[in-house]
């Protein structure tokens, strides 16, 4: 196996090869997601929910990431490594620069922000600097206050637009990928047919180009609670390694995720 480069996740998209995607927080859990195949391996700052219980992911600071980016890094040969930029870790150009290089040295390949057109700037400044973005777009968790409450985004016309219109412009401004998270199967497809770059989906229907799931919710193992969108793959299998294995193929043959794990 050869590590995977967001080159190799471009030319998957153009092959029309499914890619799959795990969050991981610690070097035994990444150790046994890379050796299953598993392309992208995100330390997402679900941490603040499912390690350290709270009830959003509003307080989780750049430093904590970096200390689970370095542990993912050294149980990781081939997977490719991206890093959540936590809650106003990139408010301005000068924060962003700041901790995107903190997580670009503990390990990570990519980092991820939250967020609209707005951030065009920002992923341009940081691309021009050696870093490459993935953005965030639909269901922000960063935003759960604004939009009162983890709600599917974009079933109305005007937010659906608002979305579309986003993701062309993050593209124009230089992301590399873009994750959509709780959206309609529809408008994901959209998007997905619209773009170059690779999309991965999260509650956001089975036409993305790659699919992630947080780990504790693929083992049906979480301190809040599980989202409609998610599938305990341990429940069907013997082992943990089987049911990374399932998610895996599953992702790649289309199966899940199926209607039941979808939003219209
Ligand atoms: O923080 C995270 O784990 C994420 C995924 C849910 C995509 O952003």
Redesign the pocket.
Known sequence: MKPITISSLQAMKSEGKKFACL?AYDASFAKLFDQQGIDVL?I???LGMVLKGQKD?LAVTTDEIAYHVASVAAGTENAFIMA?MPFMSYATIEDAFVNAKKLMAAGASMV?LEGGEWLSETINELLQRGIPVCA?VGLT?QMVHVFGGFKVQGRQQSQADKIVKSALSLEAAGAQIL?M?CVPESLAQKVTESLEIPTIG?GAGKHTDGQ?L?MHDLMGVSANYMPKFTKNFLAETNSIAEAVQKYKDDVASGTFPDKEHSFS
Request: net charge negative; aromatic share 0%.
């Open positions: 969050t995100l997402g700052d679900s992911t959540d991820k965030h968790p994750l998270e999260i992630i947080v």
